[in-house]
């Protein structure tokens, strides 16, 4: 299904290559950048690798990542060979991230033109998240657009099978990072009530396919699920998300991990490099904002603080997400167009709800990353839809393109330039 929709497109070929060039370029400055993460990652797969499969079960780190690297680590052993591994990895993903997104634009109607300069846009970013440090976010925005896609695309109201492949993709994205579990949860079972609202007359198939979506990634979900829980002896479906909200509790130490203010800590089994190979064995103190009104306040401080790292990440990106989104609102407000109204609350909702889940916690850019490339796209489809709409004139929607394109990638080239 895939193939076929990018079959013959020379655009998408030719942004594959430009950016396939330029990682091969940059390569040598970044191939050995390594983080915590990333040891963790690294010493995971190679627990699989070696049969030790009790302590390759973790219940922090998803294991997707650690999954796909073990080809790459196999072929290229030791420690540096393990890490420029990671690179070679990270490229391919981000190759596949480039179709994913491809194929959600095409779905937009973006004309050759502004495909062109979008895909120009989108690639400097592609290279900062590429050799960026060691992480799943890349691979889970590579998934998360793939679901978006088969969501988006119309013949999920027509084919009765459409559910089977976004509950994979959905039980993918839940094992690349934990977080997806309840985000597609949610999203999925809105996203269906949107549809079967809208399209009454597609109902039967939009409900069988929730239902078969839902069911696939539930099971798939649920063994990885149990077999933690068998582990760590307790019904969880990662230990992450307890440990992250901890360490921004109102007795927290400034938000820093544990290994800062209590000392060394021993690894969790004789195979793994540092404690932080799994903080599930952490002692943290956890806490609720319901047990007091300090508590409840302190909540909401950490909202606004993460509303506000918002707000000044946008900054450096000259504000063009919060602007691509009031673009969006003046559209949907203007335009009759049903088609446009669902495509801009469908973006719009599922960059809210994604970034909904983070702010109740802690927020990082590279957490942001899969809104940041829906805020780009929903910008882009915006700027044509005032062009279309004839609010703004043939050359003045090519110049605001250009100048979009070239100023957006300084936030990328810089963060290259400096090595992160």
């Known amino acids: ?71 790459f680590i ?15 990895f990270a490229i391919i993903i981000g190759l596949f991230t480039l179709v994913a997104i491809y194929l959600i634009i095409d779905k937009l109607n973006f ?8 895909l ?22 590579c998934i998360l657009l793939l679901y978006l896609n088969f969501l988006m ?45 809208k399209y009454s007359q597609d109902r039967s198939v939009i409900k069988k396919n929730l239902f078969l979506g839902l ?21 969880t479906i990662s230990t992450s998300g307890s440990y992250n909200y901890a360490l921004v509790g109102p007795e927290s130490n400034s938000n820093h991990h544990v290994m800062f203010y209590q000392g060394l800590i021993a690894p969790p089994n004789e195979f793994a490099v540092s404690s932080w190979e799994d903080p599930s064995y952490f002692q943290i103190k956890k806490w609720s904002p319901l047990d007091s009104t300090q508590n409840f ?15 000044l990440f946008s900054l450096l990106l000259l504000f063009i997400p919060i602007l691509a989104v009031f673009l969006a609102l003046f559209i949907l407000f203007k335009s009759d167009d049903k088609s446009i109204k669902h495509n801009i609350i469908f973006i719009l909702g599922t960059m809210v709800l994604y970034t909904g889940g983070y702010i109740l916690i802690l927020v990082e850019d590279r957490y942001l990353w899969f809104v940041l490339i829906l805020s ?32 957006t990638t300084f936030f990328p080239i810089y963060y290259l330039n400096g090595d992160f």
């Not at 990333?38 to 294991?63: K, V």
């Not at 579990?181 to 269906?192: E, G, Q, Y």
């Not at 306040?297 to 707000?311: G, K, L, T, V």
């Open 376 to 407: 780009f796209i929903l910008g882009f489809y915006s700027l044509n839809l005032l062009h279309l709409k004839k609010y703004i004139s043939t050359n003045f929607f090519r110049i605001a393109a250009i100048l979009i394109m070239v100023s």
């Open 74 to 88: 196999s072929f290229l052993p030791g420690n540096l060979g393990n890490i420029f591994a990671t690179k070679v």
């Open 111 to 118: 004309n050759n033109f502004l495909k062109s300069i979008f």
């Open 120 to 141: 120009l846009t989108i690639i400097p970013y592609m290279i900062l998240f590429t050799f960026n440090f060691i992480t799943p976010d890349l691979l889970v925005v």
């Open 153 to 197: 695309d119309e013949k999920y109201r027509q084919n009765k099978h459409m559910g089977f492949f976004i509950g994979f993709l959905a039980s993918i994205a839940f094992l690349a990072k934990s977080y997806c579990f309840f985000f597609l949860l949610i999203h999925f079972f809105l996203s269906n009530l949107f549809y079967i609202k």
């Open 215 to 235: 069911s696939v990634f539930l099971v798939i979900s649920s063994v990885w699920v149990g077999i933690i829980s068998e582990k760590y002896d307790v019904i």
């Open 297 to 311: 306040i302190h909540q909401i401080r950490i909202i606004f603080n993460n509303i506000h790292d918002i707000i």
């Open 1 to 71: 299904m895939l193939i076929r929709q990018i079959k013959g497109r020379k655009d998408l070929f030719l942004a594959l290559g430009l950016y396939l060039l330029f990682a091969l370029i940059l390569f040598s400055n970044y191939k050995y950048i390594i983080n915590s993460d990333g040891i963790s990652y690294i010493s995971i797969a190679r627990n699989y690798i070696n049969g030790h499969l009790f302590y390759a079960i973790n219940g922090y780190w998803s294991p997707l990542y650690s999954w796909l690297l073990i080809p």
